[in-house]
């Protein structure tokens, strides 16, 4: 079957890094989304990687590993703002969205 | 920016109502999608839509059922409402591209609560 595995909770200090990470089976692969929800809010676009490697933008950067069917989300100078949860979603092969539970992000001053 | 609104952010109703939840996006994507979110479960789809009168089967379409009159709205349609559908319902919509990837955007969200 597909799935989507990603920590539920994890907490981080202000001013901090935290790493993110996430699992995905699927039949097939065409790319990994990460979207960023916070509490009663829409899920909102962060971003979306289909090679191996890392991409940066700005404050937030996502890894690939297709081998390894691994991806993280790297959040630098933590700012309480960023507390919400983090999606992750594995495109498979028919192009549709697998999503994870989710990871909530606590920041703590 | 592309906008999709939904058209009640919290609405009660009571076991064997008719419910409509509708979806409005802007940006004249060609795919549309119903979503609902359960604490502790990923983002589980509905039905989604290709097209205008298009309309495919997600993972969990039943006891849902949809409509796509025009592009830009996607309505989701609870036929007889029952307490197991007491969940927040997400809609989301993409343009279709060429050879590429594109996001989803979402709407804020309907929390549906059936008594």
Redesign the interface.
């Given at each position: 079957g597909q799935n989507i595995d990603q920590p539920t909770e994890m907490t981080a200090t202000e001013g901090a890094i935290v790493q993110i990470n996430c699992t995905y089976q699927t039949s097939g692969f065409n790319g990994l989304f990460w979207y960023q929800q916070h509490a009663g809010e829409a899920p909102t676009f962060l971003s979306y990687n289909v090679l191996d490697g890392l991409e940066e933008k700005g404050r937030f950067s996502s890894f690939l590993s297709r081998s390894k069917g691994y991806s993280y989300l790297l959040l630098k100078e933590l700012q309480m703002k960023d507390s919400a949860s983090y999606l992750c979603a594995a495109l498979d092969s028919n192009y549709q969205l697998i999503w994870g539970a989710g990871t909530k992000l606590i920041i703590k001053p | 920016d592309v906008k999709?609104t939904q058209s009640s952010r919290y609405l009660v109703k009571r076991t064997g109502e008719k419910v409509f939840l509708e979806c409005v996006q802007d940006m004249d994507h060609e795919n549309m999608f119903w979503y609902r979110q359960d604490p502790?479960?990923?983002?589980?789809?509905i039905y989604f839509s290709y097209d205008v009168k298009m309309k495919e089967k997600g993972d969990i379409p039943e006891g849902y059922s949809v409509s796509r009159e025009k592009k830009e709205r996607f309505s989701l349609i609870l036929e007889s409402a029952s307490t197991n559908q007491t969940s927040m319902y997400?809609c989301a919509s993409k343009l279709q591209g060429a050879g590429e990837?594109n996001?989803?955007?979402?709407?804020?969200?309907t929390r549906l609560t059936v008594l």
């Open positions: - | 999709v502790g479960l990923g983002l589980r789809l997400l990837v996001e989803q955007f979402f709407g804020p969200g």
